[in-house]
């Protein structure tokens, strides 16, 4: 696996770290959610085991004493899943309040993480990070595609395809992406151009904080970035490229049966994460 420069491995380590607090984020809602929906069906069940064992003269025969007794554990349900949102939210906030005065520390900008360069970010990401730029790019949403050129320095121009990918982590392509990305982010910089401020939102959509890249989350990376290939070639050469192979140049050919190839490989991985080869 890539690694990227260690230099500042302070820094590093405080920008991962940052990253996986923004992943626990997403999951909140999630959490909440789940939370909120058992305890509204074991309350509600409650309720009716009541009326079983109990008899339904404490809830009234009234149309509205029926209604309060149904609101119960819908209430129920919304203060316990929207506690557990709040209190995770006040939890996040803390930690990045904390992250991002450790990072200033070491001159790093919490709201701009490849303001000094590409160096916290693997080749895995950064594949992700251009192929969703090219995505965008490509269905018209120029405004979400600028934030990813004035971010990461991406162009339009890049020697970088997808659908299927002309690159893969590690390889000289990606260097000498990686080279041109550096240089054009160093040359807004010497300008006294910032790149736009990041947060959560634009984290939830297109993780764009960097991750360190433990084999969970590097299946995870590759597995979207072939997913958003395999759609484009798709798209381009019908569902079934193979019938097209024929007339296709050798290099297309290889590519578009390497990438549909890895994207069904990982796909069992992720489905039997605990099963060999």
Not at 171 to 187: D, F, K, V, Y
Request: glycine share 10%.
């Amino acid at each position: 696996m890539q690694t990227p420069d260690t230099s500042g491995e302070d820094a590093v380590a405080l920008w991962y770290e940052l990253g996986y607090r923004y992943s626990k984020a997403e999951g909140s809602g999630n959490r909440s959610a789940m939370l909120g929906f058992t305890v509204t069906c074991v309350i509600g069940a409650l309720v009716l085991l009541s009326g079983f064992f109990f008899g339904t003269e404490w809830a009234g025969t009234t149309l509205g004493a029926a209604l309060g007794a149904a609101a119960i554990p819908v209430a129920a349900g919304l203060l316990s899943g929207g506690g557990l949102f709040l209190w995770e939210r006040a939890k996040a906030l803390r930690q990045f309040s904390i992250l991002r005065e450790a990072l200033a520390r070491t001159g790093a900008d919490m709201r701009r993480p490849a303001r000094d360069g590409l160096y916290v970010y693997y080749d895995a990401q950064l594949i992700l990070l251009r192929s969703e730029y090219e995505f965008l790019r490509l269905g018209g949403s120029e405004k979400t595609a600028r934030l990813f050129e004035e971010s990461f320095g991406f162009t339009p121009e890049d020697r970088f395809e997808t659908g299927p990918l002309n690159v893969s982590p590690d390889g000289e392509g990606m260097r000498t992406l990686r080279e041109r990305w550096e240089r054009r982010i160093s040359n807004r910089r010497d300008l006294g151009l910032l790149p736009p401020e990041l947060g959560l939102r634009e984290d939830l959509a297109y993780r764009v904080f960097p991750r360190e890249m433990a084999v969970p989350v590097e299946l995870a990376t590759r597995a979207a970035y072939l997913e958003i290939s395999c759609n484009l070639l798709h798209k381009r050469y019908g569902w079934d490229p193979h019938r097209r192979a024929s007339s296709m140049p050798e290099e297309l050919r290889r590519r578009i049966e390497r990438d549909l190839g890895e994207r069904a490989a990982l796909t069992r991985k992720v489905r039997r994460p605990g099963a060999g080869p």
